[in-house]
């Protein structure tokens, strides 16, 4: 685990979550005050198909998306999870968002 300064207290210790050492962690958790520190998310890598079949349901998810296909058509025509569906969409935006900056 990696060593950081406390969000709490100052002192530097083992990462634990939300900035937070072990022992502040641990002590906020038993008292209830997490909210008062957020969580700290990185930024995760986009999932990406790899596979002919998840390269084929990203772009069928597209085509159902252009033609303003609700989430619940989008999940029984491409019988997957919500979640699947989830990272289907984030696959989907990030291919725009990288689009629309290689050709400007």
Do not use: D, F
Request: aromatic share 6%; proline share 5%; net charge positive.
């Amino acid at each position: 685990m990696p060593t950081v300064t406390c969000a709490c207290c100052g002192k530097p210790g083992t990462h634990h979550a939300r900035g937070l050492t072990t022992a502040c962690y641990t002590r906020h958790r038993a008292h209830n005050t997490l909210h008062r520190y957020p969580r700290t998310l990185g930024v995760a890598a986009t999932w990406t198909p790899t596979t002919a079949r998840t390269q084929r349901l990203l772009a069928r998810y597209a085509a159902l998306v252009a033609a303003k296909a609700t989430p619940a058509r989008i999940r029984w025509e491409l019988s997957l999870s919500e979640r699947q569906i989830q990272r289907y969409a984030a696959a989907h935006r990030h291919t725009q968002t990288t689009e629309r900056s290689a050709s400007a």
